[in-house]
């Protein structure tokens, strides 16, 4: 194995990457901070919410670009705040301008403000389009296996079912819908939304998930850069934990955990 050769890449696109942990760049207090947690993440793709985040559109403003450079890592323009196919479509047009051509974005499409579900119809509307202008998109969806198998078959690269509402920190809440997306998915399916701490991007990754997607869950963590590198962790030791095969689940099975045969027994005493 060379140097910093990685065997088990997350494939997004046919472009290989070491992490499988993606991260957003809201909700930070400034950029400085956006950046420290994004280091200390180890991510390689950042997702950037066109409609709510400067990466040139403003030119007397701040850039996201100056503290996140494209030239080490891959941006992922995303749709946030994005309620009609149309409006998603658009948003993505005006990024594919500003990143000179960049095509790997992140679509969503919600449902309403309140609880930001995903609004599935316009969703797979706005899939199509993209796809048919050469977008590489990878979707937010619900945990809906129909709904995920269609995004596929309109030739999206990764399908991102949520684990519960965006910012909620819920965690998985329907972990065998997810089983049912990723036993079924010949495409990257990653994890977005409601992850809320590190046990939950493990059990992500325990259950097959091929990545994590999230921004709240570090952003307003109480130390943004230590919770990213919770999160990298577990996103890895979930990753390990799905690759080695869990042990099955036994009920009242009385197996010991030390083997009971060939046991070193002590010699009689000896009688006077």
Known sequence: MKPHENLDPLLIAGKPYASRLLVGTGKYKDFAETKAAVEASGTQIVTVAIRRTNIGQNPNEPSLLDAIPPSKFTILPNTAGCYTADDAVRTLRLARELLDGHELVKLEVLGDPTTLYP?????????????KEGFKVMVYTSDDPIVAKELEAIGCVAVMPLASLIGSGMGILNPWNLQIIIENAKVPVLVDAGVGTASDAAIAMELGCDGVLMNTAIAAAHDPVLMASAMKKAVEAGREAFLAGRMPKKLYSAAPSSPTSGLITPAPAKTA
């Open 119 to 131: 609004n599935v119809v316009e969703t797979i509307s706005a899939a199509k389009t993209l796809v």
